[in-house]
């Protein structure tokens, strides 16, 4: 399966208030849906006010620190292959 890295800009540690980008990179074949995941438990993050998904970024607005975890990346589509494999995980240093 394809693999696909996280990328945070800025890099962590993030500060209270600030804008965070996480971008998920798949190597390769296109017509990916993006996957974000969050925590220990991975539950794939919903979009709200302050987590938004453009294409293969994900936004988080007002970084606090319950924002502080890990976060990875999964990419689905509809041709073979199905999925790509999940990114290592990245962790969230809110400070």
Not at 80 to 85: A, F, G, L, M
Request: hydrophobic residues 25%.
């Amino acid at each position: 399966l394809p693999t696909s890295t996280v990328t945070v800009t800025p890099d962590s540690p993030v500060f209270t208030g600030e804008t965070v980008n996480l971008t998920c990179v798949i190597e390769s074949h296109s017509d990916w849906r993006y996957e974000w995941y969050k925590g220990t438990d991975s539950v794939m993050l919903q979009t709200s006010d302050r987590y938004t998904v453009n294409k293969n970024t994900l936004t988080i607005r007002g970084a606090t620190e319950s924002d502080q975890d890990q976060y990875w990346c999964r990419g689905q589509r509809d041709e073979r292959p199905k999925s790509s494999q999940s990114s290592s995980k990245v962790s969230l240093i809110v400070t």
